[in-house]
């Protein structure tokens, strides 16, 4: 097995672990929202739902861009395979900040309500 069949295994590997990241935590988000939907109502249950549909995704998008840059830099790039690559983790980076805004409700450099700033000066 040559490195470049070896590298487009494993780029198609972790492809899959994506798809399989979003499918299942999309299946999981949706059942603990119909089962919390049933005993504490929709309105209640569908902020968390939101939530951790959200994170099931950002995850998979994470191991698809992994994907990406494995099949493209592993292998001798062209300009052409590095601008598409470009392309690809640039649309990527901005439906995974839209949807951390959309489910955490703050951009992603700002801190987490609760968290402790570090102190000026240290």
């Keep these: 097995m040559s490195l470049d069949e070896v590298v487009e295994a494993v780029g198609k590997a972790?492809?899959?672990?994506?798809i399989v990241i979003i499918v299942v935590g999309a299946a999981a988000a949706s059942l603990l929202f119909?089962?919390?939907?049933?005993r504490e109502g929709v309105s209640?249950?569908?902020p968390t739902y939101r939530r951790s549909l959200g994170r099931a995704i950002l995850l998979g998008l994470e191991f698809?861009?992994?994907?990406?840059?494995?099949r493209t830099?592993?292998?001798?790039?062209?300009?052409?395979?590095?601008?598409?690559?470009?392309?690809i983790v640039l649309i990527r980076t901005f439906l995974s900040i839209s949807l951390q805004v959309e489910t955490e409700a703050r951009w992603p450099w700002q801190p987490r309500e609760g968290m402790q700033t570090?102190?000026?000066g240290i």
């Design 118 to 120: 570090p102190a000026a």
């Design 64 to 70: 698809l861009v992994a994907a990406d840059i494995v």
């Design 14 to 18: 972790v492809d899959v672990a994506g």
């Design 44 to 46: 209640t249950a569908y």
């Design 34 to 38: 119909l089962d919390r939907a049933r």
């Design 73 to 87: 830099v592993a292998i001798t790039p062209t300009f052409s395979d590095v601008g598409v690559l470009g392309a």
